[in-house]
């Protein structure tokens, strides 16, 4: 049964405007200081969740977003001064994108983090989307096959680093350690120093196209797989996919095992005011992500709609409603927001992860409301 409640919060500032006739996505840029001060408000939400009781709070690596959007360029960083300002919350890495990485200074950085948070930072990888982060750091994006190779081979290196005492690697892309003299000898292996000191360490993956590859990967090497409201809406595919994975490798998973589920929600007095309420967000966050691919369905045409103020009626643009019925989004009550998780129980008796997150871009004071109203009106039918 679902245990363990979290949000994700990729680090947005407060924008002036938003929703379809608000200012346009790639026209949007803003201060230093503005971009900056999503560092306080990541510590304002982290602390309100630490007190409500919530399992984790989940932050995102981006970088170079002038439009306000995602503003945290390293989750150890910051989960690592988190882990200071809070109590008992976990943090979590949704996600550490690998090929902006070398793999041995991102398990270095975990490692370090684990240990100075004694234990509350919970590893996650991704290959990332914006071709503007990937490729400006020297990685490919825009080729897939060639991310997700030299995602799998870093993923490989950072599992060994973890598990090893000493170990060596000989790749298409990596020869670790380099074949060198040092003081005297020859190098043949090498050790992370330090190690991650709360092992087997706990790593999630995001879940997008669930393809038979990826989903072998994971539970190869132990991944856990989050499904979230963007390109991986929460149909039974994912969740099967990975069960059907976990067979061919030995593994009886039960539906919804080692799988958390994510999706936005917002809550009101009735349905139709949380509709209404919910919609300016929705369509900040469609102006955000279509362009990327990580709206379901939508059609080249409806994204140049969404690049322009309004028209996205007429252009035929997915509403929040339709989303709604696919499951990614929820807009309503607490008594009909326990009801929807309850049937999700059902349908999946493995599950225990669930990411209830505000849409991009909602505003603080909004956050922390939702966020209370969860906590208090929704989470104890789940104790």
């Known amino acids: 049964m679902i245990t363990k409640f979290a949000t994700v919060y990729a680090g947005h500032i407060d924008l002036p405007d938003m929703g379809q006739m608000a200012t346009p996505a790639n026209e949007r840029r803003y201060s230093n200081e503005q971009l900056a001060g999503v560092f306080a408000k990541t510590d304002v939400v982290a602390k309100t969740m630490d007190d409500l009781g919530y399992h984790a709070i989940w932050l995102a690596e981006h970088h170079f977003q002038h439009e306000g ?26 996600f550490n994108i690998a090929p902006m990485w070398h793999p041995l200074r991102l398990a270095e950085d975990f490692a370090t983090a684990d240990i ?50 000493s170990f060596s690697h000989h790749g298409k892309h990596y020869t670790l350690p380099p074949a060198v003299p040092y003081r005297g000898y020859e190098l043949k292996e090498i050790t992370l120093v330090p190690r991650p000191i709360h092992r087997p360490v706990e790593c999630w993956q995001p879940i997008v196209s669930a393809k038979p590859r990826a989903l072998d990967f994971m539970v190869r ?9 963007g390109a991986a809406t929460m149909a039974e595919g994912p969740i099967l996919g990975y069960r059907e994975a976990a067979a061919r490798a030995g593994r009886d998973l039960k539906p919804g095992e080692n799988l958390c589920l994510g999706i936005f929600i917002h809550l009101a007095e009735t349905r139709e005011k949380a509709v209404r309420e919910i919609t300016p967000f929705y369509e900040e966050h469609v102006k955000m992500f279509a362009p990327l691919g990580f709206v379901p369905g939508i059609t080249p045409p409806q994204v140049a709609a969404v690049a322009r103020r309004g028209g996205w009626a007429e252009a035929g643009v997915p509403t929040v409603e339709h989303f709604m019925k696919l499951g990614a989004w929820f807009a309503g009550t607490p008594a009909q927001l326990i009801e929807h998780l309850k049937s999700l129980e059902a349908r999946f008796p493995g599950m225990e992860h669930i990411n209830l997150s505000t849409s991009l871009c909602t505003p603080k004071t909004v956050m922390l409301e939702q966020l209370q109203r969860v906590a208090e009106e929704v989470m104890p039918a789940f104790r």
Do not use: W
């Open 69 to 94: 959007y995602e503003c945290l360029p390293n989750v150890l960083m910051a989960a690592v001064h988190l882990a200071h300002v809070t109590k008992q919350i976990k943090i979590g890495c949704g």
């Open 116 to 165: 100075l948070t004694e234990g509350r930072v919970i590893f996650g990888v991704g290959r990332g989307y914006h071709s503007r982060e990937v490729e400006t750091f020297g990685a490919p994006i825009l080729d897939g096959e060639a991310n997700r190779e030299l995602f799998e081979e870093q993923v490989e290196i950072i599992m060994k680093a973890f598990s090893q005492e």
């Open 221 to 229: 090497h132990d991944i856990r797989g989050v499904i979230g409201g």
